[in-house]
């Protein structure tokens, strides 16, 4: 099907929602408004492990940050210090702000800092306000049940925006970016952890050669998927009809994102983080690779290895980042890598 609008992996899952009678749901889909449908997503999210990113190599290899001497740093003390700290940073506005994990670790650790966070999904937000009662820092971080579209943040107020796994979510960038600026103060900072792989997920021909080469040649007690009790076999791109009824905000703008940051901000610190294999390959199967097996831990590992090699060589492109960039325009901006010493 041209512009993959639909593929095999949609009749193959309709096929065993119907076997297992549980299709209602799935049809009741096409009658829901856009934002309910992502909203609804969001509040349905279990804990389940599917994620490249819960495996801990992964999320090692993908949170480290290389320093200019070739040496890694944790990526939390290290955004403590250089960012936090170093720019003095007391307010905070976080963007989707989840399960508030991140947000309140950093509360936890910093006691000069407040936050408040935004997101629309109130069963993560209510979890994130009992966290919060729990670890006694209601008086300095709040967890707003809002849409940031329709919400006016007080102007020239915040010293720091997180912007993390959020923005690839959001369709009217232009927007959004022009609201940040407004709420940032003067010289205020934007942080971003974000994917600005390809739009939708429709994941180019290199990626899927090389991801479905690596995948067949890993056992099949591996690359069975819990969900829908079947052997993953092949990796396609998820088909535009499944994204747009799932969750229609999935990756909708991912690659404007750098282009766009740049455009509003002063670029400050980029680093590339991968992703482009892992994520397609331990996608739904994650659960399978434990710790404490080594065959596993070793297929992980040469995974990460072929990826790297992969993205030196220009075969595949870049699918996550972390960056920093700042409320002011100077002309000729140069962005350092996060790697490079800073004054
Ligand atoms: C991928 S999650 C990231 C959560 C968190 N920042 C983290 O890194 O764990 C994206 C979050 O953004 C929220 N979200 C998406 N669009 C939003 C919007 N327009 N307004 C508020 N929250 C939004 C979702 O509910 C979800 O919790």
């Known amino acids: 099907m041209p512009w993959n609008l639909i593929n095999f ?41 599917i994620q490249a990113l819960n495996l801990s190599a992964v999320f090692k290899q993908m949170y480290e940050l290389q320093l200019a001497d070739n040496s890694k740093a944790d990526f939390f003390p290290f955004f403590k210090e250089n960012v936090i700290r170093k720019y003095n940073v ?39 306000r009992q966290l919060c009662q729990q670890k006694n820092l ?16 007080p102007k020239n107020h915040y010293d720091l925006i997180l912007a993390r796994a959020i923005l690839h979510h959001i369709k009217k960038l232009h927007i959004l970016m022009q609201k940040l600026k407004e709420t940032l103060k003067a010289d ?30 890993a056992p099949e007690k591996y690359r069975l998927d819990q969900s ?4 993953k076999k092949k990796i396609v791109a998820p088909s535009r009809l499944r994204m747009w009824l799932l969750d229609p905000s999935e990756a909708v703008s991912s690659d404007r994102i750098i282009p766009l940051l740049n455009s509003y901000f002063q670029p400050i610190l ?10 397609l390959i ?20 040469i995974v990460l290895e072929v990826e790297k090699l992969a993205l030196k060589s220009g075969y595949l492109e870049n699918n996550y980042i972390f960056g920093l960039w700042q409320n002011k325009h100077k002309k000729n901006p140069q962005t350092r890598n996060f790697s490079e010493k800073q004054n």
């Open 9 to 49: 992996a949609d009749w193959r899952d309709l096929w065993y929602l119907i076997l297992k009678k549980t299709a209602g749901p799935f049809f009741k889909l096409f009658f829901k408004q856009r934002d309910e449908r992502t909203k609804s997503f969001w509040q349905n999210r279990t804990g389940q492990k």
């Open 90 to 128: 007391r307010k905070i506005l976080s963007l989707g702000s989840g399960n508030g994990s991140f947000e309140l670790q950093l509360a936890e650790e910093l006691s000069e800092i407040s936050i408040d966070g935004y997101d629309f999904a109130l069963k993560r937000v209510e979890f994130a």
């Open 138 to 153: 209601v008086s300095r971080v709040n967890f707003f049940c809002a849409d940031i579209f329709k919400t006016d943040f």
């Open 188 to 217: 205020g900072l934007l942080f971003c952890d974000e994917f600005v792989g390809p739009r939708r997920f429709q994941w180019s021909k290199n990626q899927l050669k090389l991801a479905n080469a690596l995948l067949v040649v």
């Open 228 to 231: 829908r009790l079947m052997i």
């Open 270 to 279: 980029l680093q590339e983080r991968g992703g482009s294999l892992s994520q």
């Open 282 to 301: 331990f996608y739904q199967i994650a659960g399978n690779f434990k710790e404490d097996d080594p065959l596993a831990q070793e297929y992980i590992r």
